[in-house]
DNA sequence: AAACTGGATATTGTCAACAATCTGCAACGT
DNA sequence: ACGTTGCAGATTGTTGACAATATCCAGTTT
């Protein structure tokens, strides 16, 4: 048998995860221009897989390259990070109507719980915005999955979700926002659990509408900087 | 000054470019496993900037690689072919939406011009499905430029359509279906001249819907064998 | 004094050799 | 006869050295 646990990683695999993460963390901040023997010294590599590993990272839209130039992460102005929520609306909205049509009943009760643990969350760390944004993480990417449309799910968790979660740390949520999300987030569930795909995905929609216009209103009072 | 006209075209864009357009002429057909040196001597490179490609590629999912065992263009199956074209259908629509609000008057005076050239194609070039698929191209391409939304029209350009033109030139197209989709074309430009973007989303979601149904009546009369 | 030109330095792009791993075939045992 | 096991070959992953290019600083010029 040919080793079906071929879970080999390469060296390659491993730096492309290293620098995601440590973009996503914000680790290495976007505008940052960084060199390559840097990164190698930082994560114990050579610069074959490393410069494999930035192709890969460019390719995605993460970096910017310029040739003899050096690498730097990207960095969005305010008002890109805004048509991001945009393109998160339209495909989001597919996901989850594609969702109620295909998630398993275990998958739904899944989400169920997931949002139970979330709302535990919001009571006991009343003002801990990180793990309010993890969850909601976890909830746009169980619907992405149920989809089971692959290629849509890879690029919302393959593209998208790593370039708002670059910013996401930045973005104070505002006092009530975590609990009307929540509610909203119910409302979807429901929708999908009635396997009504039409209002799952004008729900969702909804949904991240609210989210755009709230970020609109933080760049508009200034404060987000960006 | 530091050279504007900065247009270093590295080996490993080159190799990129050769081979994704190899992939989409068909050259390497989807399932086709390749290997490293056989793709050096073709393209005349080493295999430190066919690598870095071969990165890239895999990360926009135009092929799937396994440690040590090698790489082979992605295949993708008829199901898969069908949800591209769900995803086409809520991105084009908004990019035409956005494309409404934000594209030129010029811009619109040459999509026009576009579709006028294509015109002529379909009733001079009668049945030649080869310029009928780049002419449907092309108007996609601008209208994804026109939207303005960085992210939205890399994504599309760089990712999706790439995708849908490996298959295209498999789908024979139906006898009246050119003339058709140009109306299509036709009244969704109107839409845009009007700034309508409400409608350009509509007619635009509408168009690849029917594209979408299109191929998958092929399917079920067996017609694509994929 | 400000702007430009030139070269030194450091960084990136490229290459060719080495090591690790998978595939296919053949021999063996059951 | 069939399945398993071990080996040989080829292919991929990795490494370190070499070449090409952009950046930075100093000297010069206007």
Redesign the interface.
């Known amino acids: 048998m040919p080793e079906l646990t071929?879970q080999?990683y390469?060296r390659?695999d491993e730096a492309f995860d290293c620098l995601q993460t440590a973009i996503v963390k914000g680790e290495l901040a976007p505008g940052d221009k960084i060199g390559e023997l840097d990164l190698c010294s930082r994560f114990e590599l050579t610069r074959?897989p490393l410069?494999?590993?930035?192709?890969?990272l460019?390719?995605?839209?993460l970096l910017v390259r310029?040739?003899?130039a050096g690498v730097k992460v990207v960095s969005l102005s305010a008002s890109?990070l805004v048509?991001?929520y945009?393109?998160r609306?339209?495909?989001e909205?597919?996901a989850a109507r594609?969702a109620a049509e295909r998630m398993t009943d275990q998958e739904i009760a899944d989400l169920r719980a997931t949002l139970d643990a979330h709302e535990a969350m919001i009571e006991e760390a009343r003002g801990q915005a990180y793990y309010q944004a993890e969850g909601d993480y976890d909830f746009h990417h169980r619907i992405a999955t149920g989809s089971r449309?692959?290629?849509?799910a890879?690029?919302l968790l393959?593209?998208?979700y790593y370039?708002v979660r670059m910013y996401r740390y930045r973005l104070s949520t505002s006092a009530g926002r975590p609990h009307r999300a929540l509610g909203e987030h119910r409302r979807i569930v429901e929708a999908i659990a009635h396997r009504d795909g039409e209002l799952a995905e004008f729900l969702m929609k909804r949904h991240i509408n609210a989210a755009r216009r709230n970020i609109e209103k933080k760049i508009q009072q200034g404060d987000l900087t960006i």
Request: glycine share 12%.
């Open positions: 071929s080999t390469t390659a074959g410069r494999e590993a930035l192709g890969r460019e390719s995605r839209g310029r040739p003899h890109e048509e991001l945009r393109i609306e339209v495909m909205g597919l594609q449309n692959t290629k849509l890879q690029m393959g593209d998208l370039m």
